[in-house]
């Protein structure tokens, strides 16, 4: 049997080469980006503390429901203020407070203006409660009140007249319910000419006695849509409504009619003029 002996790796009498490293001391690249970092720093600085960028203007745009004051008013900015000081998103925060207000960006134009970027919510109609007109937008809410003069697309919206007790407490951010709206938007849409009358135009109004009414303007007959209640007596039923008024004005011709009462979509009666007994309208 052959024997070998065992090798030893290694030794404490091994030496290894050293490796020499780099120094990483000031290069004159490093040396450079240095300089030109120092130098940025103190034009920032410079910038910030110069008042060759001191806030002078203020120019608002896109509003035209909400009186500028107003906006100017939210902004608190002040003569000579740096603009590079000044942060945007709390005016922003500040401006959406307006309740006509959908959304605002505020941006900063050198040398010396801010500029104020207003999106106002879209009114569909004005919701009339005695002097007072409110632009009600599509969720219902009652978001400014007209403004005197009002704006061009303020002027040709349809108007509801809220003759209701309780309706005098209305004000801006309150909302309407979900049924006098949707009423309100399907009779306020109603024309002359969809009705077969050679009435001028449409008065639509809500009263305690008789809930939705139409008129015929200036002076024509008046017809009663009457109360709307959730799942009972709905808004569905205004376009059958509105046949048998137009059925009855065709019939009957609308210089007869002085009162009509839309009871359903299929039935309806009215009263002629210096008559007080109300006449059928027949069942299609």
């Known amino acids: 049997m052959t024997y ?10 091994r030496r290894t080469r050293r490796v020499r490293r780099s120094s990483a001391g000031m290069t004159p690249a490093r040396a450079g980006a240095a300089l030109a970092m ?13 008042e060759a960028f001191g806030f002078t203007t203020l120019r608002v745009e896109g509003e035209s429901i909400v009186p500028e004051p107003a906006i100017r008013e939210r902004l608190t900015l002040t003569q000579g203020q740096n603009l590079f000081q000044i942060t945007t998103e709390p005016l922003e925060n500040r401006v959406r407070e307006i309740p006509a207000v959908e ?27 005695d002097d007072r007109g409110f632009l009600v937008d599509t969720g219902g809410v ?6 005197d ?16 007790a309780p309706s005098r407490s209305l004000g ?15 009779l306020a849409s109603l024309t002359p000419a969809q009705l077969g009358s050679a009435a ?3 008065a639509v109004s809500v009263t305690d006695a008789n809930g939705f009414v139409l008129k ?29 008024l137009t059925r009855l004005l065709a019939e009957h011709g609308e210089s007869r009619v002085a009162t009509a009462f839309l009871a359903d979509e299929r039935d309806g009666t009215f009263i002629p003029r210096d008559s007080p007994k109300p006449s059928a309208t027949p069942k299609p």
Request: proline residues 9%; hydrophobic residues 45%; glycine residues 8%.
């Open 4 to 13: 070998r002996t065992a090798r030893r790796v290694g030794g404490a009498g």
């Open 38 to 50: 120092l130098i940025c720093a103190g034009a920032v600085y410079g910038v910030a503390a110069t």
């Open 103 to 129: 959304s605002v960006d505020i941006s900063i134009e050198l040398p010396n203006t801010v500029v104020a970027n207003v999106v106002e919510r879209t009114p569909i109609l004005v919701w009339q409660v």
């Open 142 to 147: 009652l978001f400014a009140e007209r403004p």
């Open 149 to 164: 003069p009002p704006p061009r697309v303020v002027a040709a919206l349809p108007v509801v007249n809220d003759e209701r």
């Open 172 to 186: 801006v951010t309150a909302s309407l319910s979900p049924l006098d709206l949707d009423a309100a938007t399907r």
């Open 200 to 202: 001028s135009g449409l």
């Open 216 to 244: 015929a303007k200036p002076k024509g007959w008046t017809a009663v849509f009457g109360f709307y209640v959730l799942s009972i007596r709905t808004p569905d039923m205004i376009p059958g409504q509105v046949q048998v």
